[in-house]
């Protein structure tokens, strides 16, 4: 019986095949098939998107559609036959997603077919309030005692933002604030996650937001960077991502359109730590 989940989505013009994305599905749902990444059985993909950092074309969406349920036995038969490394990758895939009805649905077919189960003592060592889940969506708790938490307000920062909207699918490429500036291309978790958000990286610029997980209509993504290079003509292109995998498909999306338009500009992409701080900045 179908339901409607979550699944991933393949575009097959941008797909070029490269299987990134095979080695990032743990599942085993995707393969390469007459050059195209192919999503093999509904029954095979959980949906998480694992597989869309992983796609340097951003071929690789999550959509919401009728599927065959997702069946963690049907993916341990295949897990079982590619050993215990193979086993362990997966188990870590379902931990780290906080996937705890299939990890158990797991170990429980580990254990009935008497398969060593290579994160039983891992896991057993880890504390029962130790955070769990994937980089992206796990929860945790930064909380310390500091100086700043006195009971009293902090001073009011300044805001840098110089135009509305900023979310990618609102902003128009034609508006003034675009014409030759400096552009910034955030993911949404940024701001709230580097402190001096608006003076490092808004002021004095433009700025457009969007989600490469959760956000749909995608390809209007890069139609938009592209209308931005071309059009606006942007002088620079500035990419804000989270260290998370997911965060990587907006990257993807913006090198995209960058090699998709007749103008070319310097694209730096700047990735922000999930306790802030900045962890890495190279033009690319």
Same mark, same amino acid.
């Given at each position: 019986m179908k339901?409607? *989940?979550q699944m991933v989505k393949i575009d097959e013009e941008k797909c070029d095949g490269c299987g990134n994305c095979v080695t990032g599905c743990h599942e085993g749902a995707l393969q390469v098939i007459d +050059?195209?990444?192919r999503l093999i059985s509904d029954l095979l993909c959980d949906g998480l998107g694992a597989c869309i950092g992983e796609c340097p074309q951003g071929a690789i969406t999550i959509e919401t559609r009728e599927a065959a349920p997702y069946d963690e036995v049907k993916v341990m038969e295949g897990m079982v036959k590619h050993g215990p490394n193979t086993i362990k990758a997966h188990l870590k895939h379902l931990r780290d997603h906080a996937q705890k009805a299939f990890l158990k649905q797991a170990f !429980?077919?580990?254990k009935k077919h008497k398969i060593p189960n290579p994160l039983e003592e891992e896991m057993a060592k880890k504390?029962?309030?130790e955070p769990c889940g994937c980089p992206g969506g796990r929860t945790m708790d930064f909380r310390e005692p500091c100086a700043c938490d006195d009971g009293g307000d902090a001073p009011a920062a300044q805001? *840098?933002?110089r135009q509305w909207p900023v979310q990618l699918h609102l902003a128009s490429p034609m508006a003034p604030y675009f014409q030759?500036? !400096?552009?910034?291309? /955030? /993911? !949404?978790?940024t701001a709230f996650a580097? +402190?001096?958000f608006h003076n490092d990286f808004i002021k004095g610029k433009a700025i457009v937001i969007a989600c490469p997980k959760l956000d749909d209509g995608q390809e209007i993504y890069v139609e938009k960077v592209q209308a931005l290079i071309e059009d606006a003509? &942007?002088?620079?292109?500035? &990419? &804000?991502t989270m260290e998370v995998p997911c965060c990587n498909g907006l990257l993807a999306m913006v090198k995209q359109a960058a090699a998709a338009a007749k103008r070319k500009v310097p694209v730096k992409h700047v990735v922000v730590g999930i306790q802030g701080g900045i962890k890495n900045e190279d033009w690319v």
């Open positions: 339901t409607k *989940r +050059g195209k990444a !429980d077919y580990l504390k029962e309030h805001s *840098r933002l030759k500036a !400096d552009l910034v291309v /955030a /993911a !949404d978790c580097y +402190g001096n003509k &942007v002088n620079t292109l500035t &990419v &804000v």
